[in-house]
């Protein structure tokens, strides 16, 4: 589960006008024109999320092919259709879980720009510490929703391959899993994914925030100016900032996602409940430390592209959702 979250702004640079407020928002249109937007952003990425988890399963044969040839290998056995393995799931099932991910997001961060108010700190500073802790509350919050969604799509997306369960649609593979283990095998890897998204959602907006103020001090914006930049120079430095967050977070979090992945789409029951131990050990034994970058270069053009978009998405959807004065 790509970060969907507001482009920290920068108040010293004269840009305060560019930061708009839940209040601002008519929540009605910012969730509708967010439904279509970002469903279709999420269209244009999924073929690098179906290449990423076919990657990264096991006895897939795919695992040691480079992510251009599991494209096109994917592309000549199944079409289309076959790079859009479970996006129709994802695409719905996102819709209420966006909603309150983004909901939590913008009330946590106003909550903590009312909470630091009158504090002796940089306004930078305090913005930053607002969007990192709305960033983590709102993934704690869309965790409880998003993880057997995650679980249900990727199990999609591996259909066909060798040791996957053959199951007629997203409701068979709820059936199934909840059949074989009960409510909590819908909650595969969830501690996992709780611990390790918060923080990657913070490293995720630190270097978004430090690659924006390095670019915009590289083109001569300062604190003592009251310059402020054009529509097209906001947006090419939000998406290439956005860029290079995605990059710089895929690097680091990809080892955690193939464990995860491996750990949500794992079928033999023999063996007992798979375990975020068990799956290590197992990525170790097959390949080694290489193991567990599977997939990476699919996920490193995915995050670097969600980011790219993300960010320029979402700040046309603020834009767009402002309260008619």
């Given at each position: 589960?790509?970060?969907?979250?507001?482009?920290?702004?920068?108040?010293?640079?004269?840009?305060?006008?560019?930061?708009?407020?839940?209040?601002?928002?008519?929540?009605?249109?910012?969730?509708?024109?967010?439904?279509?937007?970002?469903?279709?952003?999420?269209?244009?990425?999924?073929?690098?999320?179906?290449?990423?988890?076919?990657?990264?399963?096991?006895?897939?044969?795919?695992?040691?092919?480079?992510?251009?040839?599991?494209?096109?290998?994917?592309?000549?056995?199944?079409?289309?259709?076959?790079?859009?393995?479970?996006?129709?799931?994802?695409?719905?099932?996102?819709?209420?879980?966006?909603?309150?991910?983004?909901?939590?997001?913008?009330?946590?961060?106003?909550?903590?720009?009312?909470?630091?108010?009158?504090?002796?700190?940089?306004?930078?500073?305090?913005?930053?510490?607002?969007?990192?802790?709305?960033?983590?509350?709102?993934?704690?919050?869309?965790?409880?929703?998003?993880?057997?969604?995650?679980?249900?799509?990727?199990?999609?997306?591996?259909?066909?391959?060798?040791?996957?369960?053959?199951?007629?649609?997203?409701?068979?593979?709820?059936?199934?899993?909840?059949?074989?283990?009960?409510?909590?095998?819908?909650?595969?890897?969830?501690?996992?994914?709780?611990?390790?998204?918060?923080?990657?959602?913070?490293?995720?907006?630190?270097?978004?925030?430090?690659?924006?103020?390095?670019?915009?001090?590289?083109?001569?914006?300062?604190?003592?100016?009251?310059?402020?930049?054009?529509?097209?120079?906001?947006?090419?430095?939000?998406?290439?900032?956005?860029?290079?967050?995605?990059?710089?977070?895929?690097?680091?979090?990809?080892?955690?996602?193939?464990?995860?992945?491996?750990?949500?789409?794992?079928?033999?029951?023999?063996?007992?409940?798979?375990?975020?131990?068990?799956?290590?050990?197992?990525?170790?034994?097959?390949?080694?430390?290489?193991?567990?970058?599977?997939?990476?270069?699919?996920?490193?053009?995915?995050?670097?592209?969600?980011?790219?978009?993300?960010?320029?998405?979402?700040?046309?959807i603020k834009r767009l959702s402002v309260k008619k004065e």
């Amino acid at each position: 589960m790509a970060v969907e979250a507001e482009a920290a702004t920068t108040p010293d640079l004269a840009l305060a006008d560019t930061d708009i407020n839940w209040d601002r928002l008519d929540k009605w249109r910012f969730h509708m024109i967010g439904a279509v937007l970002f469903t279709v952003q999420q269209g244009l990425l999924h073929p690098t999320a179906v290449v990423k988890t076919r990657m990264q399963v096991a006895d897939s044969g795919l695992s040691h092919m480079p992510g251009f040839r599991v494209f096109r290998h994917i592309l000549k056995s199944d079409g289309i259709p076959g790079l859009y393995r479970g996006f129709g799931t994802s695409a719905l099932g996102s819709l209420p879980g966006r909603v309150l991910h983004l909901t939590s997001l913008e009330i946590s961060k106003d909550l903590m720009m009312k909470y630091t108010e009158g504090l002796d700190m940089p306004e930078a500073t305090r913005v930053g510490i607002a969007n990192g802790v709305a960033g983590m509350m709102s993934n704690l919050v869309s965790c409880a929703y998003f993880v057997p969604l995650d679980v249900i799509c990727q199990r999609l997306m591996v259909q066909g391959l060798p040791g996957s369960t053959y199951c007629n649609g997203p409701l068979d593979i709820t059936r199934k899993v909840i059949k074989a283990e009960g409510f909590r095998g819908l909650y595969r890897g969830f501690g996992l994914t709780v611990v390790t998204q918060s923080p990657a959602s913070a490293l995720w907006w630190g270097a978004y925030g430090a690659a924006q103020h390095i670019i915009w001090r590289s083109l001569g914006y300062r604190d003592d100016t009251d310059k402020k930049p054009s529509h097209m120079e906001m947006v090419t430095v939000q998406a290439t900032a956005g860029m290079l967050a995605g990059a710089c977070s895929s690097v680091i979090t990809t080892p955690i996602d193939t464990v995860k992945t491996r750990l949500q789409v794992i079928d033999d029951y023999g063996i007992g409940r798979p375990s975020v131990l068990k799956t290590t050990k197992a990525l170790l034994e097959e390949d080694g430390w290489r193991g567990f970058y599977r997939g990476f270069g699919p996920r490193f053009l995915n995050m670097s592209l969600y980011g790219t978009t993300m960010i320029v998405t979402y700040e046309l959807i603020k834009r767009l959702s402002v309260k008619k004065e």
